[in-house]
């Protein structure tokens, strides 16, 4: 019988040193994870992304950080081999990298949209294609997309319309890889409650997205909690394994689909 836990598992989560990434690799972790490999971009989130590490040590996993820029193929390639050489495999590959521009369309320059596809469209396809080439059999990919895809708002071209995408590739990777018993999932959150969020947004449109969930009341902030994310994900990569080819909605009500 397939063992669906975490025991013996090894996660690789991009953009796992902090925000939903890093509560991520501290979750799973304390749920029995064996070994969580912690990805991230730049310089500047090193010192993160080394006590995010210390942090999943310290909950008994084995955890190990890999820097790379993953809008280049070839580096998502690296990353792979690179954490299955370290570990021995990987069970799960979770990729929560993103990149947010609220601009209108008339503003947006040729440089501006080739990043934000690059990041959040590019980035993900060879995260995907990697992990189905590398993931030991009956593993687990989650890769993060946005809940405004099924909002009217403005502003968003460039983001929503990179991560439009990697619903179908999400779908297609299921479909390929599901004769190896290997589930994909996409997770779309609300605007959530982390830098991410409040650097692109001004003090009206912050109220606005406070306020326009269903449960916003219920919520410390009125925005996605990303404590509320990691169980969905949580249950994605173990128990939830026959939901696959999937994007799944996670934002309190604030889009539906």
């Given at each position: 019988m397939v063992d669906r836990t975490l025991e013996g598992k090894v996660v690789l989560i991009a953009g796992g040193a902090k925000n939903l990434g890093g509560?991520?690799?501290?979750?799973?972790?304390?749920?029995?994870a064996a070994a969580v490999a912690i990805h991230y971009n730049s310089d500047a989130t090193r010192q993160t992304a080394e006590e995010t590490r210390e942090s999943v040590k310290a909950l008994g996993a084995d955890a190990e950080l890999f820097q790379g820029d993953l809008t280049r193929a070839d580096n998502v390639t690296v990353l792979f081999d690179a954490v299955s050489s370290r570990f021995g495999k990987v069970d799960i590959a979770i990729n929560t990298v993103g990149m947010v521009l609220k601009k209108p369309m008339l503003e947006i320059s040729e440089a501006e949209y080739d990043t934000m596809?690059?990041?959040?469209?590019k980035s993900a396809f060879f995260f995907l294609k990697e992990a189905g080439r590398v993931l030991e059999d009956h593993g687990k990919i989650v890769t993060l997309v946005t809940s405004l895809l099924g909002a009217f708002?403005?502003?968003?071209?460039t983001y929503a319309g990179g991560?439009?995408?990697?619903?179908?590739f999400t779908r297609?990777?299921?479909?390929?890889f599901g004769e190896r018993g290997i589930s994909v999932t996409a997770v779309g959150p609300g605007p959530m409650d982390t830098p991410f969020f409040y650097g692109q947004e001004g003090e009206d449109a912050?109220?606005?997205h406070?306020?326009?969930?269903?449960l916003s009341a219920f919520s410390k902030t009125g925005l996605t909690d990303i404590e509320d994310v990691v169980p969905l994900i949580r249950h994605l990569v173990t128990d939830g394994w026959w939901m696959t080819g999937q994007t799944l909605l996670a934002n309190?009500?604030?889009?539906?689909?």
């Amino acid at each position: 019988m397939v063992d669906r836990t975490l025991e013996g598992k090894v996660v690789l989560i991009a953009g796992g040193a902090k925000n939903l990434g890093g509560l991520l690799a501290r979750d799973l972790a304390e749920n029995g994870a064996a070994a969580v490999a912690i990805h991230y971009n730049s310089d500047a989130t090193r010192q993160t992304a080394e006590e995010t590490r210390e942090s999943v040590k310290a909950l008994g996993a084995d955890a190990e950080l890999f820097q790379g820029d993953l809008t280049r193929a070839d580096n998502v390639t690296v990353l792979f081999d690179a954490v299955s050489s370290r570990f021995g495999k990987v069970d799960i590959a979770i990729n929560t990298v993103g990149m947010v521009l609220k601009k209108p369309m008339l503003e947006i320059s040729e440089a501006e949209y080739d990043t934000m596809f690059d990041i959040n469209s590019k980035s993900a396809f060879f995260f995907l294609k990697e992990a189905g080439r590398v993931l030991e059999d009956h593993g687990k990919i989650v890769t993060l997309v946005t809940s405004l895809l099924g909002a009217f708002t403005s502003y968003y071209s460039t983001y929503a319309g990179g991560k439009a995408p990697v619903e179908h590739f999400t779908r297609a990777a299921a479909q390929e890889f599901g004769e190896r018993g290997i589930s994909v999932t996409a997770v779309g959150p609300g605007p959530m409650d982390t830098p991410f969020f409040y650097g692109q947004e001004g003090e009206d449109a912050v109220a606005f997205h406070k306020s326009a969930a269903a449960l916003s009341a219920f919520s410390k902030t009125g925005l996605t909690d990303i404590e509320d994310v990691v169980p969905l994900i949580r249950h994605l990569v173990t128990d939830g394994w026959w939901m696959t080819g999937q994007t799944l909605l996670a934002n309190g009500g604030y889009t539906t689909k």
